[in-house]
């Protein structure tokens, strides 16, 4: 390390300087940044997405050939209808727990002290990292249709749904993931994240319509599954990708995505700012 | 008189431990505070604090004349923060971390950018720009931890423990460095657990324990209540320690202490008592297995000033 005068000399003046941006729109911008850090880092640790991508694969290949069968009394096929957007509901639920763990290492490793101490607003880091997640959710989507696709899936509607479907399920994951945004600020590792956040997703996504209908289930749990935010997604999907109604579901679903909102996003910043 | 920064009366607790107990810090603009204590002293606790990482149960703190509570935000655009545990992103490569500081601080793409450059070439990581920080040397790390939090030009500069853990090379590069930010006019808070850091940097010197401020002076006036250079002998011949002691004793005007380990060591005056203590050493024909001339460890200066050791040492004793 050479002592030469590479620092500067103007220095330390808070007043604008050339090359500085103004503030407005920093919020946005800053946690485009952070987002941008948060794929990187993505793309360095391609094994980090096999919840997104192995794992939808497994799941649709496993309840088809194992289940199916039992479960749709023969037809597998029509089991992978309706199979279909009960995968894509269950592993939107799951991709978001990564989230969690990750936010929660950052803090542990101190890389969040950093941020912390510059004049950046508190809630970007979180919303930064809350951005880079869309990435995840588009692929996937893609890897369940893709992988639906191959086996014997069929859009019942058309592409404009199609898309539709992938609108929702984004925005949908989007909102869902800052329960585990809130986890991991409050856990005190990134085991238990994980571990909190999978005995919250599994129930919830197996106790709805995802795998089977829920008239099958005792009514007290269908009653539950019916409310369960994860039914009317997934019933919305179906509605979109294989054909009926859509109206009622989307509208649940939309609700659900605001109070999801309205509870998780203040719960998360107000233990990020309490979090030393 | 008016402070870079000033922390008056803070306390924080953590469950029953009084990590801040009415401390009091402060350093005038372009000058260098030396903050010194064992672990647990809470140095740590109160450079949280006035970066605004942590409030303070009581007591009020100003950065760059802004209130930590209040003012949070001026303050964060005024400081830089070098944590004492590296703070890096290790899976983004050195220009990438600087580059994201450099953004999140408003700076245009290109800005941002060269100013990456800049620092990297500064703390000597040019070849190393492009490759992730996980791959990079302790040493490496804790500069690209500097350089990050220097890409806002900060007018106040916090550097908890920055050489803890350097051999001894990398320790002179990190006291250039702390020059370098002075020379350019910031105001430096540096913790250390070495007394002959906080005399090679520091314009005054606070020394803490338990979360109290337990001596401040310019580095000249806490030698003098201390004691200033040592030296230190250790025959190899144990036989000869009485040989030794008069020695010393003779060109200190002192009496020695004996360690467990059987060096003797004197408080001196000058340089010229080692020369004297050399001559001497050989007219008599006594070899030595340790002879060393040096400031007062963390240990010796706690000795002095409150007549105990420290925590860590009766810890590990
Ligand atoms: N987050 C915390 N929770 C509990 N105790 C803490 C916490 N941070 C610091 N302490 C305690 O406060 C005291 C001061 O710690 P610290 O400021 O880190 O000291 P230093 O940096 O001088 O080693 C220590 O006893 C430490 O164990
Ligand atoms: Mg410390």
Redesign the interface.
Known sequence: ?????????E??Q?TSR??????EG?TL??AI??A??SL??TW??PEALVDVTLQPVIFILMFTYIFGGAIAGGSQHEYLQFLLPGVLGQTVAMAGIALGVNLNTDIE????????????SRS?PLVGAVLADVVRYLILFVMCLGTGLIVGFHVGTNPLAVLAALGISVAFALCFCWISVWVGMIARTSGAVQGIMFLLVLPLSFVSNAFVPTATMPSWLAQVADVNPISHLVGTVRGLMVGGPVASNLLWTLGWMAVLLLVFVPLALRAYRRR? | MTYAFRAEGLTKRFGTTQALDSIELAAEHGTVLGVLGPNGAGKTTAV?IL????QADSGRAQV?GYDVTRDA??V??????T?Q????????TGT?NLV??G??????S??AR?RAA??L????LTDAAGR?AKTYSGGMRR?LDLA???V????VVFLDEPTTGLDPAKRE??W??V???V????TVLLTTQYLDEADALADEISVIDHGRVIAHDTPDGLKRVIGGQRIRVRPSDLGRLDEVRAILGQIAGASPEESARHQLTVPVDDESALAATVDRLTESGISVTELSFHLPSLDEVFMSLTGRPTETTKEAA
């Open positions: 390390m050479t002592a030469t005068a590479v620092h500067p000399t220095s330390t808070p050339a090359g500085e941006l103004t503030d920093s911008r800053h940044a952070l941008k850090r990187i880092k360095r640790t490793k101190g890389v969040f002290d950093r941020f912390r101490s510059l004049p950046i970007a030393a | 949280r970066a605004t990482l942590l760059n935000a001026k964060r655009r005024s400081i830089g923060l944590g545990y590296a703070s890096v992103d290790e899976d983004l990438q994201l500081i953004q999140l601080l408003n700076l245009r290109a800005a060269a800049e620092l070439e500064w703390f000597d992730m500069r990050a939090s220097l806002g030009r900060p007018a590069d990190m250039g460095v020059r370098q930010l020379d350019d006019g910031s």
